[in-house]
T-cell receptor
Framework: DTGVSQDPRHKITKRGQNVTFRCDPI?????LYWYRQTLGQGPEFLTY????????KSRLLSDRFSAERPKGSFSTLEIQRTEQGDSAMYLC????????????FGSGTQLSVL | AQSVSQHNHHVILSEAASLELGCNYS??????LFWYVQYPGQHLQLLLK??????LVKGIKGFEAEFIKSKFSFNLRKPSVQWSDTAEYFC????????????FGDGTTLTVKP
């Protein structure tokens, strides 16, 4: 169990640029989640995958956001035309497909949009 | 909308004091309940969880939580805190209708003074 890894740890970009984050889940986990967290708030759900299928997307996820998990392993989250309001910590978590299973979180990618 | 409310944003205690952090969730049918902890500089990790059976659950490091269905509550307790318990604590709920997606509270920052 090597844990959930996210890359990069930090990303600074200018408004209007596109950014892409990567998440590598724990290998035997078939569920992968993306959350966003801002200062003073708890993690907010963005989207999740079961294997390669994207099963749910939050209303928070505008059309500038897209996530993929092409082979049911790693996932990418892309934000197009970034805005200052996108500045946040983007968290990835993985787990098994049972509702009472805990989530294993990565350390997150801190995005700063200037 | 499904929501989780944590009553205390910041709690300051002296070592050996008792701790109780409140968590209430909105009704949504059958629930699974979690407390996660984030130590300074580390990622979110599970403290304890409830999904069925005995409503009093015990977790790591001497923490416990009690599920009171009639009050929609899942309060976290520890009889005697230590300086190393300084961290941010998040309550989370998974509603069985949501296939594993967790809704988080905004967190409580606990500072334990030596």
């Amino acid at each position: 169990d090597t844990g959930v890894s996210q890359d990069p740890r930090h990303k600074i970009t200018k408004r209007g640029q596109n950014v892409t984050f990567r998440c590598d889940p724990i290998s035997e986990h078939n569920r992968l989640y993306w959350y966003r967290q801002t200062l003073g708030q708890g993690p907010e759900f963005l989207t999740y995958f079961q294997n390669e299928a994207q099963l749910e997307k939050s209303r928070l996820l505008s059309d500038r956001f897209s996530a993929e998990r092409p082979k049911g392993s790693f996932s990418t989250l892309e934000i197009q035309r970034t805005e200052q309001g996108d500045s946040a910590m983007y968290l990835c978590a993985s787990g098994r497909d049972r509702g009472h299973e805990k989530l294993f979180f990565g350390s997150g990618t801190q995005l700063s949009v200037l | 909308a499904q929501s989780v409310s944590q009553h205390n944003h910041h709690v300051i205690l002296s070592e050996a004091a008792s701790l109780e952090l409140g968590c209430n969730y909105s009704y949504g049918g059958t629930v699974n309940l979690f407390w996660y902890v984030q130590y300074p500089g580390q990622h979110l990790q599970l403290l304890l969880k409830y999904f069925s059976g005995d409503p009093l659950v015990k977790g790591i490091k001497g923490f416990e939580a009690e599920f009171i269905k009639s009050k929609f509550s899942f309060n976290l307790r520890k009889p005697s805190v230590q300086w190393s318990d300084t961290a941010e604590y998040f309550c989370a709920v998974t509603y069985n209708t949501n296939a594993g997606k967790s809704t988080f509270g905004d967190g409580t920052t606990l500072t334990v003074k030596p």
